[in-house]
Each structure stands twice: as C-alpha cells, then as structure tokens.
C-alpha cells in the first residue's frame, strides 16, 4: 500500500498546511490498530487528540449547576416580581379607569336611552353625508320614500307580522 | 404583570367592540361585506343632515314633514357601471336571514322584501332589498325612532 | 431577542468548556470549577447576547479568561498531573488512570503541557476540538495570523519533540 499521500499530508501538518478536515483524515488513518513502521512514531499524537476529545464530565455535574441555575433563577424571579409590585398600582388604576369609564358609558347609554324613550341606537359618528347641501339631500329624501312607498303598497303585508307592529 | 396587561388590553377591546357594534346598519353592513368587491355605491343621509332637512319642508307637506321627523338617517346601495357581481339581492336577503333576530321579515314580494328591526314600541330600521335576478337592485336603509304612524302617513305623501 | 435555554444550548458545550479549562489549568476540580462558573455566568449574562455571532465561541472565550485567571493562581501545584489534589471528583481518577493505562499518551499531554497557555490552547482549539483559525481568532480574540502563527511554532515544537525519539529513542 502506498502511504505517500499521509507522508505528504504529515509533512504538511507540521507546516500548518492542512485543512481541518485532512487533519481529521490524519487521525482516522493512525486510528487503525496497524500502521507502518516508518510512520508509527506519530501514532501517540494522534491517538492522544482522539482521546482527548472524548473527555468530559459526569453526570452529576448536570445535576449541580441545573440546581445552582435553578437557584439564580429564582432569585431573580423575585426581583422581577418586585418590580412588578412597584407597578402594580398603576395597572390597578388603568384597570380602574377602565371598569369606570366602561360602567359611565353603560350608564350614559342606559340613561339616554331611558330619558328619551327612543329606540334608535346607531353611532352618528356611523354617518358621513353623500349631499353637500341640505336642499339636495331633501330631493335625494324625497325619492327615496317614493320608491320606498311604491315598494309599500306592492308588497303584500303579511298579516302576521303587520298585526305585530300595531299590536305594540 | 403580563395577565394584568393582557386583561386590560382585552377589557379595552371588547368595550371598543362592544362600541363598534351599534354603529352598523345594514346597508353599512352590507357595503362593507361586498361593497369594494361588487363596486357598489352608498348615498347617504346622516342624522345631522336629517335635522337640516326638515325645517326645509315647510308647511305645505305635514305629512312628508310628520315623516321625515321620524327618519334619522337614510341610506341607499345601489349597484355601478361597474357592478358585475350576480345575485346581489339573493345576498342581502341571506344577510337579513343571518341576522334574523335582528331583522324581522315585514313583506315580501317578487322584486321587494321589506325587514323591520323594533326596539321596544318604535321601529329603529326600515330595510327594503329591491331587484329583479338581473336588475334594479337596491337596499335601503331608513333608521329612526318610527311609529306605526310612519307607514301610514308614508302612504299620504 | 432569542430566547436561551439553559438545558439546550448551555449545557451540551459543557465538556468542550471543561476539556479547555482542563487544557489549560491542567488541574480536573478546577477546570470543573471554571466549567461550571462560565455556564453559569453566560447563562446569567444572556440578556446581553443578542449579538454574539456563536454562543459556543463567546463560552470558549469566558472559559479561557477564567481558567487563565485560575491558572495564574495555581500556577505551582498545575505543572504537572501529580499535583491533583486527593479529593478530587471521580473523573478525576477518569482521566488520570487512562493516562496510566498508555505511556505513550502520557508523554504526549506532558509535552503539550509544556507549551506556552497561548500555543496550547491554540493546538487544543485545532487537533482536540478540530476549530477553524477563524473561530480560533474569535474565541482568543486574535488575528487569525496570530493564531497560525502560535500554532505553527506549537506544532514545530512537538515534531522537534517527536525527532529526538526518533534519534535518540525515548
């Protein structure tokens, strides 16, 4: 077998020459159990940062810092909540202000309502005039209930229902 | 703290809501359904306008007077040149139909249906959808505080 | 704002954390230490982390601060693996006793150990955790001429090392 290719690619590891993955390549040929003895001398180096990069912690270490987290977390949830609690006061007043303006408008409502026994409920802020003039609105009126009138006296009533309005 | 915001936020919107509710009438309500889509157009004669209106009368018509008193607003959709949308009077008798509750079916004929909406002993909306399957469609929306005098002295002018 | 999760993006880099740590003070409680206070530390520090690029090279680069101020502390006693204290943790033991177990391997972490911090932390960063010069540049906060540079003189080094066995035997 020809190693000339890991010759070439050892001679440019020590040059700093090679890719991060030609090093990989590099470690995985000295990983094997035989490697020619010419080239055996470097085995260590590699083995070495093989083993190396399988270290690591136990398990437990995942046990200590989750609770010394869990420990700066509830620290700071209770600063958290005082800073909730200086503003408390004025989410109560919003909330005051709310209840207050929302029941003053009921009221209002009801109040008109009742004052001028009056069942039409629609927002005059509802209405923008298509007529720029009252006299042309009267004419544009006018028609309307003409052909509002007209549709009145083809239409067939039902009794049922006319009975219902005059009995009210 | 969030809830307290999210609880305020959703106090203030249902009352916005509950606000925006009693502005529409229905052919407001129908305009803003198909209104951009079918190109339909909206004349209007708003409450302000209406008090404007009346003292233009005179003497001469008490009946067209006694009627207009009653009226707060007047609204017309009508279809454009540009109109190409079918079925519209099929669509505003289903709106009607959905809003049954509110709507009461008055009379119905061929190319008329008339709707009350009544609060207590006055008629609040007068809604007639008018039109052939092709042509001459057109809702119309009266609101007021109407009595049964209305219809009656509506039949007089 | 992105959201940190403690369990999903801190704590996988733990033993990356520790083997430079250990790299570096060359002592297991410590690098245990130092593992441990740079979790914690990110962690609380990640509301001020929107514009870290890599959460992994911003820990490198805690992780190294602290291990060199560590390091400087117990420079003495960390020369060599004798100085591991006896109430060291378990793994301690770990990687002492797989150290044992191969001479050869032995000889290699003394001659590393003999590198300068910088040039060892460099050759750790490359041929251990396999960085690119860039991310090295990042996680040291140096030009990644510089980097090239400590590692080339590291690698030089070794080879040196590695040719004396071959002439002389070990």
């Not at chain 1, 070495?48 to 609770?67: C, H, K, M, N, P």
């Amino acid at each position: 077998m020809d190693y000339k290719y890991i010759e070439q690619l050892l001679e440019r590891y020590w040059d700093c020459e090679t890719s991060v993955e030609e090093e990989r390549i590099l470690r995985d040929f000295f990983a094997q159990a035989e490697v020619p003895a010419h080239l055996a001398v470097h085995k260590s180096l590699f083995d070495y940062q093989r083993a190396e990069a399988t270290v690591g912690l136990s398990d437990d270490f995942d046990a200590r810092v989750l609770a010394q987290v869990e420990q700066t977390e509830t620290a700071v949830r209770a600063r958290r909540l005082t800073l909730s609690r200086r503003l408390r006061p004025l989410f109560r007043a919003a909330a005051a202000v709310a209840i207050v303006s929302l029941l003053g408008m009921a009221a209002q409502h009801s109040f008109k309502r009742s004052a001028t026994s009056e069942g039409w409920d629609y927002s005059v802020a509802g209405y923008s005039d298509s007529y720029s003039t009252p006299q042309a609105a009267l004419d544009s009126c006018i028609k309307v209930l003409e052909f509002v009138q007209d549709g009145l006296k083809t239409a067939v009533v039902d009794s049922a229902h006319s009975s219902k309005i005059s009995g009210k | 703290m969030r809830k307290t915001v999210v609880l305020t936020l959703l106090l203030w919107i249902t009352a916005m809501a509950a606000q925006a509710q009693r502005e529409q009438d229905f052919a407001s309500r129908f305009m803003g359904l198909y209104g951009e889509e079918a190109a339909l157009s909206c004349h209007t004669v708003s409450p302000s306008m209406m008090g404007r209106i009346v003292p233009l009368t005179g003497d001469s018509l008490p009946a067209l007077r006694q009627v207009l008193s009653q009226i707060k607003s007047i609204r017309v959709v009508m279809p454009t040149a540009e109109t190409e949308m079918p079925n519209l009077k099929d669509k505003a008798c289903q709106l009607a139909l959905d809003n049954r509750r509110r709507y009461k079916p008055y009379a119905e004929t061929e190319e008329r249906s008339i709707y009350l909406r009544k609060r207590g002993k006055y008629v609040v909306e007068f809604v007639m959808i008018a039109g052939k399957p092709t042509s001459g469609f057109a809702v119309v929306s009266i609101t007021g505080n109407m009595t049964e005098d209305f219809f009656s002295e509506l039949m007089k002018i | 704002m992105k959201d940190w999760d403690f369990r999903y993006d801190l704590l996988p880099l733990k033993d990356k954390l520790f083997r430079l740590a250990y790299r570096i003070t060359l002592h297991t409680a410590e690098a245990e230490d130092i593992t441990q206070d740079t979790l914690i530390r990110v962690w609380n520090k990640r509301h001020e982390l929107e514009d870290v690029r890599s959460l992994e090279a911003y820990c490198l680069t805690v992780c190294r601060n602290l291990a060199n101020d560590r390091r400087e502390l117990h420079e003495a006693q960390n020369l060599s693996l004798d100085g591991t204290p006896c109430d060291a943790p378990d793994n301690a033991d770990e990687i002492d006793s797989r150290m044992e177990r191969d001479e050869r391997l032995q000889w290699v972490h003394r001659l590393m150990a003999k590198l300068p911090e910088k040039q060892r932390a460099i050759l750790h960063l490359r041929d251990i955790e396999g960085h690119s010069y860039h991310e090295i540049a990042d996680i040291l906060g140096v030009s990644e001429e510089q980097v090239k540079v400590n590692l080339f003189r590291a690698r030089r080094w070794i080879k040196e090392q590695y040719e004396k066995i071959e002439n002389y035997g070990l």
